[in-house]
């Protein structure tokens, strides 16, 4: 699939050369330039026994376009499937989690691994679909979590935290519905390699095959809609620049917009 | 047996000392003598009785007398009475006299002999000389001292000279009496300025070895006139832009009322000066400067005062000291086109390092990317390029282009700035991605012409592919990537690291740069490509590398069980190199020792490393070294045998810093050894701090019971009286004895039938017979 950047210079290029042809009598066809994948990002989703690690195959693509429309980073729309014990889990330094329901027991294993993908670098965004407070798919996250982090707690972000502010500047947290008005997240020295949202981020992104968005938003229709898809974006540029906007250069800017 | 001695019978005669005692050799016991002693009182008491109505008072108080005298020489002769005539040695009491003869004792005041001079004079000079008064009464033991004491034979006081370094006044008279431990002296007589530069732990102890000492002082406090440069703190490192403080004691004497301007000079220029009011007769003050040293390199300083009419000593009027002038954090500019993997990892390497200051930009959105609100609800801030390049560039010590084409953002002529930049000193550094070299639009630009690589024209460079990097044999000791000092654990983890999947294909490598790592793969059907090479462009250093997944080096290895730190430390070496870090100059000076007594000789090691960091076999050699005067003298080296080893030495003959510079001419190429600053200095304190200090010794008659006075007090204490403060007598040793048994001698028996005799003849003529 061409890029939407290959597509632009393409129309550029047609746009240039066709009144230069026509005044010639010549049509240049405009050259076969192949693109190739370059440092492309790539979303991981993790898949996990028992629960359903999967219930809107189609969300996480919308936000990788969302992602290369609005920003710069390049995108593929397709996910990749990993398990925790995938051999090519640390190439992939993002990793999406979601689900509905209650889920098996990481092992002593796959907790260990996980441990090491978050401490050297890498992002867990776990998403909760189903937004069930303390059953379901939320027990079973609050329990893996306190085995991976025995010594640390699930905290409420703060409204300055940096993953608010790595793109959009964000006061109020989307979704498909509002379960929590706030994002938790794990912080590791001057990171948080994990983040949680309760309120259902893939079905605020996912759309059909037709287009149409699967799920309203309610209460705050599409404009919540809208703060999902900033989240997202906001996560993903969080992950590649880490804390990037705490560097001083920046706060009189985002200070001065926040008011 | 009693020994009574009968002092003071001693007497001299030409033949030798005498000494008489009498002794009481009892042969009977206690009881039995005090038996025959209360006998003889009772005899006498009766015949007192028995007298009484016979005689006349004054004839029975005659006779009784008569009979108690008899009575008291028989019970003598019972006791068995014994002269002992000793022939004796007298032996006179130790007395210690103890002469400063340290280095102040040379100065003299106006019109008057030198301290030393003034104490031989008072000693063997004038009329009543001390020492042979001394003689006399004592046994008196010369000592001199300075930092030690030894013993001094009196014949040699006239020719003895001042030399001592430094004063341990202290240390010394602890000394002696230690030495004198078995037999006292009966009091220490020392003589001294009291200008003492040893520890004053010993002075709480004195007391106890239970010896007086009277102390003499030479040179007059209160006309002693000296300015000092007592000490300087300063830190032995300082940061280029960073105030540094100075700290400056100077002391004064004699200059109340007066102004001292205290001078801070760098390589004979003033820095800074300040003049201190000095407010009493015996002064100290501390003196502060601050100073912000402008460049990086190796610097001597000097604090001054310019010498004052009348002053003692003028050597102690300047103190040089040395400053080593570093970078404090590693100013880095990083440059990104596009947040990726790559980014964020070398960024949390970079950040992770205390020593980078880092300062980054990350293109998060470029003007073909479409906004979807307003721009108040972005954190986006403007690039500010123009300030960047412009202005800020020469504040930065390392620039990075990560995944950067400048073509959406500044005009090419920036560009040239960066050129001018690392031609000047400045340190660049390319990394590959979809927006670089070739691809970034770089060719036939500034940039390519400080790029170790050329660029392909075509724009069309970046290749996916799976492949390793390959170290080429310079690589595999360049301290960019020796990730190990063993070279087959280096190999092994080269070896061990993820494969890359992806390169910018460039042309080849320029003339003068070096290759460190090439492509395991192949492209285009070429031979193999280079993915990280370095070169030096005027005086600065450029570096390319040409893959964006080096990210992998961190992360995957983590994923491994393994470390990511060879990432960390590649990121790390790979900043080094290109900012010059002086621990990686191809040429090092060392020296043996961190300072040098004057005179002494100095020495040291030169090393030599080629381009590649392994030792120069073949170098050409330069030095120059230039002593505390500014004078270039010669300098001796010779290989050690070690490829790249050279020994030096010098002598050192003046005080003060020299300053060591060496060339090396490897490969047609000059480098620098980072300039060695060397102090030599003047062991000991004499010709520094030389006042009068007699408080000291004041504190030291004090506290040992003694007394002090003034050399030159008029009213100081004779002879006569500083002998009867000392008091002591003579002891005897006994050469020869002779014992005489007084009852075994005829002169007593005479006495003894004398006395009875007379009573005899009394009573006869009393009519009592």
């Not at chain 2, 001078?263 to 009493?280: D, E």
């Not at chain 2, 980078?356 to 609800?377: A, K």
């Amino acid at each position: 699939m061409t890029s939407r950047r290959a597509f632009l210079h393409q129309m550029l290029h047609w746009a240039i050369g066709m009144p230069a042809a026509l005044g010639l009598g010549i049509i240049r066809t405009p050259p076969a330039e192949a693109m190739p994948a370059s440092n492309t990002f790539i979303l991981a989703q993790l898949q996990y026994r028992g629960g359903q690690w999967d219930p809107r195959p189609r969300a996480t693509i919308p936000l990788m376009q969302e992602v290369r429309l609005r920003t710069s980073v390049e995108t593929r729309d397709e996910r990749q499937v990993l398990t925790l014990r995938d051999p090519a889990l640390f190439a992939y330094p993002f990793l999406y989690m979601t689900g509905e329901r209650s889920f098996e027991p990481f092992s002593d294993e796959e907790l260990e691994i996980l441990r090491r993908y978050l401490l050297f670098g890498g992002l867990l965004l776990i998403d909760d679909a189903r937004g069930n407070k303390g059953r379901d798919f939320d027990a079973s996250v609050r329990q893996e979590i306190a085995r991976l982090f025995p010594d640390r707690a699930l905290k409420i972000l703060q409204p300055e935290h940096t993953v608010f502010r790595t793109f959009y500047l964000i006061r109020t947290i989307g979704g498909v519905r509002v379960v929590n008005p706030y994002l938790e997240g794990m912080q590791v020295e001057d990171r948080t390699p994990l983040i949680y949202c309760q309120n259902g981020l893939g079905a605020a992104w996912e759309r059909d095959y037709l287009g149409h968005w699967v799920a309203a938003c309610a209460p705050g229709g599409e404009a919540q809609r809208l703060e999902a898809f900033k989240l997202g974006v906001n996560c993903v540029l969080y992950a590649l620049t880490v804390n990037y906007k705490q560097d001083l250069i920046h706060l009189p800017f985002i200070r001065k917009k926040l008011g | 047996m009693i020994y009574l001695p009968l002092y003071p019978f001693v007497w001299h005669t030409a033949s030798g000392t005498f000494r008489s005692s009498l002794t009481w050799e009892m042969t009977l016991s206690f009881t039995l003598t005090l038996a025959i002693a209360l006998g003889f009182v009772l005899l006498l008491l009766l015949q007192w009785r028995d007298l009484r109505q016979r005689v006349a008072r004054p004839v029975r108080w005659g006779l009784c007398l008569l009979r108690a005298v008899a009575y008291l020489l028989v019970l003598g002769m019972l006791l068995n009475p014994a002269l002992l005539i000793q022939k004796v040695l007298q032996i006179l009491p130790p007395l210690v006299v103890m002469v400063d003869t340290s280095g102040s004792m040379a100065l003299s005041e106006p019109g008057k002999p030198s301290r030393l001079q003034q104490i031989r004079d008072y000693l063997r000079g004038g009329a009543h000389p001390t020492l042979p008064a001394l003689e006399q009464h004592y046994q008196v033991k010369l000592y001199q001292f300075d930092d030690t004491a030894r013993a001094l034979p009196a014949e040699r006081l006239a020719d003895v000279q001042v030399g001592g370094r430094s004063t341990d006044v202290l240390g010394s008279l602890t000394a002696v009496l230690e030495e004198h431990r078995a037999t006292p002296p009966v009091g220490v007589l020392l003589f001294s300025d009291g200008a003492h530069h040893g520890s004053d732990t010993g002075l709480g102890h004195l007391r106890q070895a239970g010896v007086r000492v009277v102390t003499v002082g030479v040179g007059t406090p209160a006309t002693y006139r000296d300015i000092r440069i007592a000490a300087v703190q300063a830190p032995t490192l300082a940061f280029v832009h960073y105030p540094t403080e100075v700290n400056v004691t100077l002391q004064a004497w004699g200059y109340r009322g007066e102004y001292i301007p205290v001078m801070l000079k760098r390589a004979g220029r003033v820095v800074a000066t300040k003049t201190v009011p000095v407010t009493a007769n015996v002064f100290e003050q501390q003196v502060q400067f601050e100073i912000e040293p402008e460049e990086v390199g190796e610097f001597t300083y000097t604090v001054s005062v310019a010498p004052h009419l009348g002053e003692a000593l003028t050597e102690n009027n300047h103190m040089d000291f040395p400053l080593s002038v570093a970078r404090d954090k590693i100013r880095v500019l990083l440059v990104c086109g596009s947040p990726t993997w790559n980014y964020r990892f070398l960024r949390q390497g970079l950040k992770q390092d205390p020593s980078i200051d880092l300062i980054s930009f990350v293109i998060l959105r470029t003007p073909t990317d479409v906004v979807n609100v307003p721009e108040s609800q972005l954190s986006l801030i403007p690039f500010p390029t123009q300030r960047l390049f412009t202005q800020e560039l020469k504040n930065f010590d390392l620039i990075i282009f990560e995944n950067f084409s400048y073509q959406l953002y500044f005009p090419w002529y920036y560009l040239e700035n960066v050129r001018k930049y690392v031609q000047e000193g400045g340190a660049f550094a390319m990394i590959g991605g979809m927006l670089a070299f070739g691809q970034g639009g770089y060719a036939g630009t500034p940039i390519e012409e400080i790029l170790p690589v050329s660029l392909r024209s075509d724009r069309n460079d970046y290749r996916p592919g799976t492949q390793r990097m390959v170290l080429t044999e310079e690589g595999k000791s360049h301290p960019i990537t020796r990730l190990s000092p063993d070279a087959s654990e280096n190999q092994r983890i080269w070896d061990m690291l993820p494969e890359l999947d992806a390169l910018n294909v460039v042309g080849p490598a320029k003339p003068g740069a070096t290759v460190l790592g090439i492509s395991s793969g192949r492209a285009d059907d070429r031979s193999a490509a280079p993915l990280l090479a370095m070169q030096r462009f005027g005086e600065g250093r450029t570096l390319a590398l040409m893959s964006d997944y080096v990210w992998k080096w961190n992360f995957q290895m983590a994923g491994r069980l393994d470390s990511n730190q060879y990432y960390l430390q590649f990121v790390r070496q790979m900043v080094r190199w290109l900012i010059r870090d002086p621990v990686l100059k191809q040429v090092r000076i060392m020296a043996d020792a961190s300072e040098f007594p004057v005179g002494s000789e100095v020495t040291g090691t030169l090393q030599v490393l080629q381009d590649d960091y392994r030792p120069a076999e073949t170098a050409t050699l330069s030095t120059k070294l230039r002593t505390p005067k500014g004078t270039e003298v010669p300098m001796q080296y010779v290989p050690t045998g070690t490829a790249g080893e050279y020994r030096y030495r010098f002598r050192a003959d003046e005080e003060g810093i020299y300053e060591l510079d060496v060339q090396a001419q490897v490969g047609g190429k000059t480098h620098e050894a980072n300039r060695l600053l060397l102090r030599v200095q003047r062991p000991g304190d004499e010709n520094q701090h030389a006042a009068p200090n007699h408080a000291l010794l004041r504190d030291i008659a004090e506290r040992t019971g003694g007394t002090f006075f003034a050399l030159d007090d008029p009213a100081r204490p004779s002879v006569a009286s500083v002998s009867e403060f000392f008091g002591g007598i003579p002891s005897y040793k006994v050469l020869e004895e002779t014992r005489l048994r007084l009852r075994e001698t005829l002169p007593l028996f005479l006495v003894v039938l004398g006395v009875l005799a007379l009573e005899w003849w009394w009573r006869r003529r009393a009519g009592l017979l």
